[in-house]
Nanobody, 123 residues
Framework: QVQLVESGGGLVQAGGSLRLSCAAS????????MGWFRQAPGKEREFVAT????????DYADSVKGRFTISRDNAKNTVYLQMNSLKPEDTAVYYC????????????????WGQGTQVTVSS
């Protein structure tokens, strides 16, 4: 069982930056691949980024490539999402998720989810 708690969301102007954190409980965090997803009002949840258990493999949605960076610190049981050059279309609730599988882009393959943190980008 893994419990995930996101933090770091907030209101930022377009072009600004935010860093989201996701703290995980449990002693087996380093065995999980982690992902970030987001859901805007009236839209389906979409993949943002994923990272392997070691941090050596990452993948991003095309819409965030070059602007967002996913990373993890297994000693702190935490995964991060550094978001730069934010755009109004990045406004959404951001969720982190954990899977004992691979670095999936499909949310249906993740086993555990956090409660989400709101990110609002003003124009």
């Amino acid at each position: 069982q893994v419990q995930l708690v996101e933090s770091g969301g907030g209101l930022v102007q377009a072009g600004g930056s935010l860093r989201l954190s996701c703290a995980a409980s449990g002693r087996t965090f380093s065995s999980y691949c982690m992902g970030w997803f987001r859901q805007a009002p009236g839209k389906e949840r979409e993949f943002v980024a994923t990272i392997s258990w070691s941090g050596g493999v990452t993948d991003y949605a095309d819409s965030v490539k070059g602007r967002f960076t996913i990373s993890r610190d297994n000693a702190k049981n935490t995964v991060y999402l550094q978001m730069n050059s934010l755009k109004p279309e990045d406004t959404a609730v951001y969720y982190c998720a954990a899977t004992q599988g691979n670095t999936y882009a499909s949310g249906s393959l993740y086993d555990y989810w956090g409660q989400g943190t709101q990110v609002t980008v003003s124009s």
